[in-house]
């Protein structure tokens, strides 16, 4: 895609596709196309913004991926920013078919990113505020040292993954409001909560001690919020991690629909544009590699079409139980993917739409090892729907939560695993403790499951401990 020709057809070809999705209903922002080199795309893929910090873990994931594409075991085409604009990255290897494809799929990305409510609070000016904090690090690298910086850096990636997305709301009304309704008000209103406490067992004793006061999932936060030891670069550091998961975080819970969505419209898209014979080919080649089963892992491109094509479909031509049981009139399966689209995740796109008869269309089978083999263990539908919810519930990480802040009394930190069936890594928690303590500047201890038996991790900064309780 290098001569000024190749770019004049491209730059038609992309108004040709704009128009066709905008006339089928696609609603997204501006977009910023650019063509480059492998070595930035794949650059991009592994920081996953073109602007984010430098970190060795970036490098790492870099080689792998440049690797697999330099022995052909795998290709990046595109690479799509959710921002307001879009920025999409086009590799310069890619056909002229290739790239319609890609700007189609790139399309729906951006609609979905627009309109799904899961993204309603992205902050969308991501590209300039991972720019200023990479400066902002590069600063704190040359005023405290580069090793210091990034072994900071490494305690607070070791357990970015526990955040809370979206939290409760707790500016509730408060005991006071709730206890002096009808009540008048006077400057000594709030002793009536305390009053009504002390009747109620002395509430206003150990509960409210707690610290926290409830179990807090947002590790990250409670740290930020609550570490002695911590100086104002390294909170820095550690709120800038923060954000950039709570950015990233409904990418990766809406995965399987968001590359079904896109991969559904690239599909309807290019059926409806002009293609001579040869373009035809290499676009169903493309089409058929990129939905592609595989026996190890689910593909989210090809489960996520086949269940937007699924509701269209029932939603259009609903069986005889269907416009009886759920009053579905028919020729309504656009309107419903639509809300679907703006309305699920991947747990309840799920759990409301894949069906028994896609679960055996599609050959879906829960498996794990068994001795020394791989075997099938589950091909029971429900069962089988139930084990991909499972292993998407908090985008597949375990749930820790802060359960003590002063944990002996002594300003230790107690965390506990919410143990639902799935054990922990013990060398990960072995190597993640450390890396917490210095985070927190204390002991700190994690309570979980192994074996059936409850288990307490503990690392004191010298030492790790292991004691059933």
């Known amino acids: 895609m290098g001569s000024k020709e190749d770019l004049y057809l491209l730059e038609k070809a992309l108004e040709k596709i704009t128009d066709k999705a905008r006339e089928l209903g696609l609603d997204f922002y501006d977009i910023y196309f650019e063509i480059c080199p492998a070595e930035i795309i794949y650059t991009f893929g592994a920081y996953g913004m073109p602007t984010r910090f430098s970190h060795w873990i970036f490098g790492k994931a870099y080689h792998k991926m440049k690797t697999e594409y330099d022995y052909n075991l795998s290709r990046i085409y595109e690479l799509v920013i959710n921002s307001n604009p879009c920025y999409a990255f086009l590799l310069d290897g890619n056909s002229l078919i290739q790239n319609k494809l890609v700007m189609a799929h790139v399309l729906a990305h951006c609609d979905f990113f627009k309109n799904n409510i899961y993204f309603k609070n992205t902050f969308r000016n991501m590209v300039e505020s991972m720019a200023a904090a990479a400066d902002r690090f590069r600063s704190y690298e040359f005023k405290y040292g580069r090793e210091k910086v990034e072994s900071f850096i490494d305690a607070a990636i070791a357990i970015q993954e526990h955040v809370e997305p979206r939290p409760l709301n707790k500016n509730k009304k408060n005991d006071a409001e709730k206890v002096n309704a009808g009540k008048p008000d006077t400057p000594y209103s709030d002793l009536w909560a ?31 919020q609550n570490s002695k030891e911590l100086e104002d670069w390294q909170r820095d550091i550690m709120s800038v991690i923060r954000q950039e998961m709570l950015y990233f975080w409904p990418q990766m819970e809406t995965k399987i629909m968001n590359e079904g969505w896109a991969t559904y419209w690239h599909l309807r898209i290019m059926r409806e544009i002009d293609l001579d014979e040869s373009e035809a080919i290499e676009f169903a080649k493309m089409h058929s590699g990129i939905i592609q089963p595989s026996r190890r892992r689910i593909n989210p491109y090809n489960l996520g079409l086949n269940i937007f094509e699924d ?7 609903p069986g005889r139980e269907e416009k009886e049981k759920y009053g579905r009139p028919g020729g309504e399966g656009k309107q419903k993917i639509f809300e679907v689209r703006a309305t699920e995740n991947d747990i309840s796109f799920l759990r ?11 050959d879906l089978y829960l498996y794990k090892k068994v001795g020394f083999e791989w075997k099938i263990v589950e091909k029971n539908w429900e069962k089988v729907r139930d084990g991909l919810v499972s292993n998407l519930t908090n985008c597949g990480y375990p749930y820790i939560v802060v359960q003590d802040g002063d944990f002996n009394k002594r300003g230790e930190l107690y965390l506990k695993h919410n143990y639902e069936g799935t054990e922990l890594d013990v060398f990960y928690v072995e190597k993640t403790l450390p890396h917490v303590y210095t985070l927190w500047g204390r002991p700190v201890h994690l309570e979980t499951v192994l074996n059936n038996k409850a288990v307490l991790f503990s690392y004191n900064g010298e030492k790790a401990e292991k004691k059933y309780l």
């Open 311 to 317: 509701i269209e479909r029932r939603w259009d031509n």
């Open 194 to 224: 305390l009053d009504e406490k002390d009747q109620d067992g002395g509430s206003t004793g150990n509960k409210a001690k707690m610290f926290p006061p409830e179990p807090e999932k947002d590790v990250m936060l409670f740290i930020i």
């Open 352 to 362: 409301n739409y894949l069906t028994r008869e896609l679960v055996e269309k599609l």
